[in-house]
């Protein structure tokens, strides 16, 4: 079984203030895509990863991170919005490809047991998501900061990645998202806008997604945790 992994890292990070794209920002003094790349390097189960960056980062990004780890085997420039990135990663993958997965470059905590079961789920049924339940009371709230209602919270989950899904089945989704010009905010969705299921994998709090600067105050603890070398 031939699985291939989809790194976008695309985003411009501006929510983090600086110039820097988030993805390359470092935390305890290294990038914090370096610990999302390590992560996969270690786990065995990914044979080729190509890395999604924003245009303007796409040869310095070559020139560094290009068989650095080796599993990096391609960089290709992102799109306008995250699915397009995808998408554009998705066209350089190898035609025997049978599980792709997806992982936002931002999030360098996953475990290797979220990776393994990912993709066992996906060979299995098709499409998998990593998530975990929502805790925390829900409100609906207007434009003006009024609270509507509370949600019910029951079955209620907060997608993460990675996610993991057949190579045809993911292709499918992409040509329908297209056609429809149809946009999701996550892969999965598209899975559901085909009409087709995707199961849910049990994910982690601790793999949270590197966005605003108390995220690397958070990050750095973490590190300490999972890379004590660094």
């Given at each position: 079984m031939k699985v291939c992994a989809i790194i976008p890292a695309g985003g411009q990070g501006t929510r983090m203030g600086g110039t820097v794209p988030k993805q390359f920002?470092?935390?305890?003094?290294?990038?914090?895509?370096?610990?999302?790349?390590?992560r996969?390097?270690?786990?065995g189960l990914i044979d080729s990863l190509i890395l999604v960056v924003p245009e303007k980062e796409l040869e310095n990004t070559r020139a560094e991170w290009l068989g650095k780890p080796p599993l990096v085997q391609q960089v290709v420039v992102g799109g306008e919005k995250r699915q397009d990135s995808v998408f554009n990663g998705y066209q350089a993958l190898a035609k025997d490809?049978?599980?792709v997965l997806v992982h936002d470059g931002v999030r360098p905590f996953l475990s290797q047991g979220m990776i393994q079961e990912t993709i066992h789920c996906a060979e299995k049924f098709g499409a998998?998501?990593?998530?975990?339940?929502?805790?925390?009371t829900l409100k609906q709230v207007d434009s003006s900061g009024l609270?509507?209602?509370?949600?019910?919270?029951d079955g209620?989950?907060?997608?993460?990645?990675?996610?993991a899904f057949r190579y045809d089945l993911l292709g499918e989704a992409f040509c329908k998202a297209q056609r429809d010009s149809f946009y999701g905010t996550d892969e999965g969705a598209?899975?559901?806008?085909?009409?087709?299921?995707v199961r849910v994998v049990d994910g982690s709090e601790w793999?949270?997604?590197?966005?605003?600067p108390e995220d690397l105050v958070l990050g750095e603890s973490i590190v300490e945790k999972m890379f004590p070398e660094h």
């Open positions: 920002q470092a935390l305890r003094g290294q990038p914090i895509l370096q610990y999302t790349l390590q996969f390097q270690e786990s490809t049978d599980i998998a998501i990593t998530a975990i339940p929502v805790n925390d609270v509507q209602r509370t949600v019910d919270r209620l989950w907060r997608v993460q990645t990675p996610q598209l899975i559901e806008y085909l009409g087709q299921e793999n949270l997604k590197i966005t605003r």
